[in-house]
Nanobody, 124 residues
Framework: QVQLVESGGGLVQAGGSLRLSCAAS??????IGWFRQAAGTEREFVVALTWTDIPTYAADSVKGRFTIFRDYNKNTVYLQMNSLQPEDTAVYYC???????????????????WGQGTQVTVSS
């Protein structure tokens, strides 16, 4: 069983930065992904880090702005978000794939464990 707890969300102006944390109990040597869900939309895949620390990005819109990395000593995966834009506003969730699927799954139902989410709001 893996338990995930996100933190680090908040309100930031456009062009600003935030670092989200996903603390895992039960180990983090899984594929860990970040999803986001804006109001009235479906949850969408943003980025993931495989259990071998290879990043997979959902779209060009976050490449170069978002970075995912892992600290094994703290059992935490981070999402560094730079140059934030109002369209990045959403609840951000981290998820774990304990079966190390290849390729990295991009649909919600393929992930085994979820955190409670953290709100990110970017003002213009």
């Amino acid at each position: 069983q893996v338990q995930l707890v996100e933190s680090g969300g908040g309100l930031v102006q456009a062009g600003g930065s935030l670092r989200l944390s996903c603390a895992a109990s039960g180990g983090i040597r899984h594929t860990i992904g970040w999803f986001r869900q804006a109001a009235g939309t479906e949850r969408e895949f943003v980025v993931a880090l495989t259990w071998t620390d290879i990043p997979t990005y959902a779209a060009d819109s976050v490449k170069g702005r978002f970075t995912i990395f892992r600290d094994y000593n703290k059992n935490t995966v981070y999402l560094q978000m730079n140059s934030l834009q109002p369209e990045d506003t959403a609840v951000y969730y981290c998820a774990a794939d304990s079966s190390r699927k290849v390729p990295v799954p991009r649909t919600v139902e393929m992930w085994d464990f979820w955190g409670q989410g953290t709100q990110v709001t970017v003002s213009s």
